[in-house]
């Protein structure tokens, strides 16, 4: 199908799983006033495959108390660490390539969490959301490059071991709660 002077795929949708999340650390007797955790904000693919084949950057938005709130990330790892006192919400942005045809970012907003809801519970906090980005009817460049890609995975960094994993029957409903919100935007804007 042509549309706009591009091919499009018809009938066909690329879904790419993703997660947002942190990971937070109590710094015990290393820990000031003003820092009493060390935390780590990221992105990646649900699989932790790598995706920035079709990323072009992710941006971080921290609280404006930061000295540089406001993080580009133009290549894996999609991570930002910090340290300090407070809990606040985490705007991020996922810019993809042209080809996607996404006109302006998927924003997510994810809440860091500094302390276990159990106080008996210890060790680091990890917190993460799970989204599934779906692309309809992708253009054909697009397509082939997805049927053709070898599957490279994400190199693992200091926050891997930590990173929360869902059972099935949490990634299923995820799933089907995002597929409900495509075709209530689908039936919206069609």
């Not at 993460?128 to 997805?146: C, G, N, Y």
Request: proline share 5%; glycine share 6%.
């Amino acid at each position: 199908m042509l549309q706009n002077g591009v091919t499009r795929v018809k009938n066909r949708e690329i879904v790419v799983p993703i997660r947002v999340g942190t990971v937070s650390w109590h710094l015990g007797k290393n820990a000031k006033d003003h820092a009493t955790h060390k935390w780590t904000a990221y992105f990646r693919h649900a699989d932790n495959e790598d995706i920035t084949d079709i990323v072009k950057k992710v941006v971080f938005k921290l609280h404006e108390s930061f000295a540089d709130p406001t993080r580009d990330l133009y290549s894996g790892p999609y991570e930002v660490t910090e340290q300090g006192w407070g809990e606040f919400n985490i705007m991020v942005q996922i810019y993809f390539v042209d080809e996607t045809r996404f006109e302006g970012p998927l924003e997510i907003v994810h809440s860091l969490k500094l302390y276990h809801t159990d106080p008996n519970k210890t060790g680091p906090v990890a917190t993460e959301t799970f989204e599934e980005v779906v692309i309809p009817e992708p253009t054909e460049a697009l397509w082939k490059r997805f049927l053709g890609r070898k599957i490279m995975y994400a190199p693992k960094t200091e926050i891997s071991e930590f990173v929360v994993k869902g059972d099935d029957v949490d990634e299923l409903g995820a799933i089907m709660l995002a597929r409900q919100k495509v075709a209530l935007l689908t039936a919206k804007y069609c």
